[in-house]
């Protein structure tokens, strides 16, 4: 089926811990995280917000915000090379080259004075030695298609003449500028419209058929992951508490706190879930409970729960729960 | 853009219009007889009389306000008191000077204090960024008049390297520089000081807007980041800033050239004020709102220079 | 007590301010005690021991009439600080009511009267200063008067903008319905939302206030002479710059340490109340 070289993930995690600084301490924001993004494949990150699913993304892309966080420990092996422990200078020829990042706010993610065609045309001019007019025809290829309407006429705007669902299609064709092998996306229909984001959404699969390109996809909108993911990582309170393919966390949810997440039916028109269900709410950075993090607003909740931390273990083939209730270590799901 | 100025010097006149008037009134609205300030207490009532009608200030106040603004907007700024001549030719024989003076500093201004502002916010909460702070701080507090006097010390009296006077033949450009050395930067440096934290304040909140996270993201090299995604921003409220101290900077080139001894605007307002030519005030204070107007237009132009947004509007 | 409150918790934050407080204060202690710790008239003239350089008799020498330049120093703080000060409170209160009355009012007075606010902001403050004493002669009255016009426009904005949220909220209707007068309503919703602002900008115009009084005293349209000013003193020094540059150099410091000084503490104020005021 496949040689050696397609099995090699584009993207693998391995006990990434992101901290920041909180009146004089480090503390984690993301901890022991490991994961793997297939070639061709798209993987849901899903989460309430500031459960670190953005701050994630940003750590492969090497952005994460500086003084006030850096990461811990851990390695980012992104093509097989460890991102966490690159250099600037090295950072910057692979990003937005061979990964590229879509942010959740199209309206601020646009810098106001420079113009829309040229915003496009940089990555070009950064990391391709080629002159400004064929940089320019190719961002103009990539304006026709995200489907701008009249890209011609429209090159040489400012970010302020576009409506939120244009800009994000001019942050995708911004992105997708160098065909990266890897696509990180934060959140990228949060701030449209219905329509809208259907149509944003299906533009990303295409372009993932298209390409061959790798996803990350960051959202708290599942009607948004069964659209695109192939598989879906929940995260909770810095951790992932259950990963599995998209089939089979929609049919069968195992930790308590994915249940809670899909109580509610999925729609893809719905902002937020709501959480209301479990009550309570994520604990802050600097007071996480010592065992389970979800303990204190577990409905399956156990004395034991709240003594020690719990370990992710594999209920089924490509399905592992963190949750010492549900999947005990040592247990194993047919 | 050509609309964009035409539309701008447009909206201009009024403005020049209002500045006008505000001063006019403020300088009715105070009690007190100029006459009376031009002649002193000994004058006698016919020639307090005579000089009151010369002046115009005879008139009911309306008829007056009429006749300024109609003189301020003919260019006809009345004749000098003492040596008879129109105003606006004692003003345009030394405006030179005085150009040279604000715009040199402005340039000084902005080629020093843009590049610090832009390293304090860099290096923000670190050695360097205290020391800029403090400095820049002290460069603000320091009156034109007594920079300017400690640098004529240092420089010119105890080390002789530039002239005391700073009288220039315009003709000789090489004179004309050198004798501006020392007026420039004293007065450069309160604008050094000024742009400097306006630059680093401004550096500090765009280089956590979302546009330079994307610019980073498309693996733009971290200079060119701060120079063509942050700065050109940052720059925005720059412009306002220096637009606002061009105003103040035009103030202090009178201190300026009184320390300098350099003929310019400031000369003349002096020598006005020792020779109580009231009728040369009065035109120079109309050249003041003039340029102060100018100076508003040309901030503006700035703008739609540097931000598309303001095109639009 | 509430103001007294927030202003404690102001300073509290912000060792810069305090810094710059302490200075102030310490100038402000000279200017009074001047009585006490000038030592000698200022004004007793000496033709013989004239321009005479700085000494453990006359701490920072003597003037071209051999008057004591420490004594003058110490008086000419007063000159410089009882100007400023009321030219600020001037500029605070007469500003402050037009925001107030203006933001109440609103509609076309309104935005006429922020225009002229604009126009005067525009005019900087020591041309404006310098054509109204000018035209009506330097005295102290006009100087204050001037200094006032020019500090008019930031006090009138900060009274404006809660003026303007406050008339639209509910309890100002509960305040009516009361019987409470607009003034009392002002007074009472208006003014504790602004204590910080009003500090920092009372200090930082107040540097300018310094600034304008000690330049004009220099150009020779301050309090008229014998009285002794910084700015005339350094005026005076000039013609003598050659032989006896102390007569520059200490007013010219004591000028300085005063703009800092206010600077300094509206500044750390600002960093520590808001953080939106940055860079204004």
Redesign the interface.
């Known amino acids: 089926m496949s040689g050696a070289v397609d099995d090699t993930p584009v993207l693998r995690v391995e006990d990434l811990s992101v901290e920041f600084r909180v009146r004089g301490a480090w503390w984690p924001a993301v901890r022991g995280l490991s994961f793997d993004v297939a070639r061709n494949e798209t993987l849901a990150l899903v989460g309430e917000s500031g459960c670190g699913k953005s701050i994630t993304a940003l750590s492969v892309m090497g952005l994460v915000p500086r003084p006030q966080g850096r990461v811990g420990s851990g390695r980012i092996l992104f093509e097989g090379r460890d991102v966490a422990a690159m250099r600037e200078a090295e950072l910057e020829r692979l990003r937005g080259d061979r990964m590229a990042m879509i942010f959740q706010e199209p309206m601020t993610s646009l810098n106001p004075v420079l113009s829309v065609g040229f915003q496009v045309s940089e990555a070009l001019r950064v990391h391709r030695a080629i002159d400004a007019a064929a940089a320019d025809a190719e961002a103009l290829r990539l304006l026709e298609e995200v489907k701008i309407p009249s890209a011609r006429r429209r090159f040489a705007d400012y970010p302020h003449q576009f409506s939120g669902g244009m800009r994000q299609r001019v942050m995708i064709a911004m992105a997708i500028a160098l065909k990266p092998a890897l696509l990180l996306a934060d959140e990228p229909t949060t701030a449209l419209d219905v329509t809208i984001q259907a149509q944003v959404l299906g533009l990303l699969a295409d372009l993932k058929s298209a390409q061959g390109m790798s996803m990350l996809f960051i959202t708290h909108n599942l009607g948004v992951v069964a659209a695109i993911a192939d598989r879906v990582a929940v995260m909770y309170a810095g951790e992932i508490v259950e990963i599995a393919p998209v089939a089979r966390i929609f049919s069968g949810p195992v930790h308590p706190y994915t249940e809670a997440l899909f109580r509610a039916i999925p729609r893809i028109d719905r902002e937020e879930q709501s959480l209301d269900a479990i009550g309570g709410q994520v604990p802050p950075i600097d007071r996480m409970p010592p065992g389970c993090r979800f303990a204190p607003r577990c409905p399956a909740r156990r004395p034991s729960c709240e003594a020690s931390s719990q370990a992710l273990v594999e209920v089924a083939p490509g399905h592992s729960v963190r949750c010492g209730v549900r999947a005990p270590a040592g247990a194993r799901a047919a | 853009m050509i609309w964009y100025v035409a539309k701008r010097l447009l909206a201009a006149m009024p403005t020049l219009v209002a500045v006008l008037t505000v001063v006019f009134v403020i300088v009715r609205i105070i009690p007190g007889d100029p006459a009376l300030t031009v002649l002193g207490d000994q004058a006698t009532p016919q020639a307090l009389a005579a000089l009151r009608e010369k002046l115009g200030i005879d008139k009911p106040l309306l008829a007056q306000y009429f006749d300024f603004i109609t003189a301020a907007l003919t260019g006809d700024l009345g004749r000098s008191l003492v040596s008879g001549r129109p105003v606006i030719q004692e003003v345009v024989a030394v405006l030179p000077h005085t150009l040279d003076l604000t715009i040199s500093s402005l340039v000084l201004g902005t080629a020093l204090g843009v590049p610090l502002g832009v390293w304090a916010a860099l290096r923000r909460n670190r050695l360097a960024d205290y020391v800029i702070r403090i400095v820049s701080l002290v460069g603000l507090s320091f009156p034109v008049f007594v920079s300017g006097i400690f640098l004529l010390m240092v420089f010119s009296l105890h080390y002789r390297l530039f002239p005391v006077i700073g009288t220039s033949n315009l003709a000789d450009l090489g004179d004309r520089t050198w004798k501006l050395v020392l007026p420039t930067i004293t007065l450069g440096l309160v604008m050094v000081a000024y742009i400097t934290r306006v630059t680093r304040s401004a550096m500090l909140q765009v280089l956590s807007e979302d546009y330079v996270r994307t610019a980073r993201a498309k693996g733009v090299p971290a200079r060119l980041v701060i120079r063509r995604h942050a700065l050109r921003n940052a720059l925005i409220p720059v412009v306002t800033v220096v637009g606002l101290y061009l105003g103040i900077n035009i103030g202090n080139s009178v201190l300026t050239e009184i320390v300098f001894n350099r003929p310019g605007l400031g000369k003349v307002i002096v020598t006005a004020l020792n020779q109580r030519d009231y009728a040369m005030l009065q035109g120079l204070m109309v050249i003041y709102c003039f340029l102060i107007v100018v100076t508003n237009l040309l901030t503006d132009l700035a703008y739609g220079l540097i931000d598309p947004r303001v095109k639009q509007a | 007590m509430r103001i007294l409150a927030r202003l404690f918790q102001v300073f509290g934050t912000n060792k810069t301010s305090w810094v710059g407080l302490a200075m102030f204060v310490a100038i402000c202690a000279m200017a009074l005690l001047a009585p006490w710790i000038a030592g000698t008239d200022p004004l007793e003239q000496d033709i013989i021991a004239k321009l005479r350089p700085p000494s453990a008799e006359h701490w920072f020498g003597t003037d071209e009439f051999g008057r004591d330049v420490y004594a003058r120093l110490v008086w000419g703080a007063r000159i410089s600080l009882s100007v400023s000060i009321s030219a600020i409170t001037l500029a605070l209160v007469v500003g402050g009511t037009i925001g107030l009355v203006s933001g109440y009012v609103g509609g076309r007075f309104d935005m006429l009267v922020m225009?002229?606010m604009d126009?005067?902001l525009?005019?900087?403050?020591?041309?404006?200063g310098?054509?109204?004493v000018?035209?009506?002669?330097p005295s102290q009255a006009?100087l204050i008067?001037a200094i006032a016009?020019t500090a008019l426009a930031p006090f009138a904005r900060i009274t404006r903008a809660p003026t303007l949220i406050v008339k639209e909220r509910q309890f100002v209707e509960a305040g009516r319905a009361l019987g409470f007068g607009h003034g009392r309503i002002l007074f009472v919703h208006v003014l504790p939302n602004i204590v910080s602002e009003v500090l920092v900008m009372a200090s930082l115009w107040m540097?300018t206030a310094v600034?304008v009084e000690?330049?004009l005293s220099?150009?020779?349209?301050g309090v008229r002479p014998p009285t002794p000013t910084w700015?005339g003193m350094?005026r005076d020094g000039?013609e003598n710059?050659?032989d006896a540059?102390w007569l520059?150099?200490y007013p010219?410091l004591a000028?300085?340490a005063l703009?800092?000084s206010l600077?300094?503490l509206g500044?750390g104020l600002r960093d520590a109340t808001d953080p939106k005021l940055?860079?204004e």
């Open positions: 225009q002229v126009i005067l525009s005019f900087p403050a020591l041309i404006l310098l054509i109204i000018a035209l009506l002669g006009n008067v016009l540097a600034r000690a330049s220099f150009i020779g349209l700015g350094i000039f710059i050659l540059p520059c150099i010219g000028i300085l703009i800092f600077n300094m500044d940055r860079g």
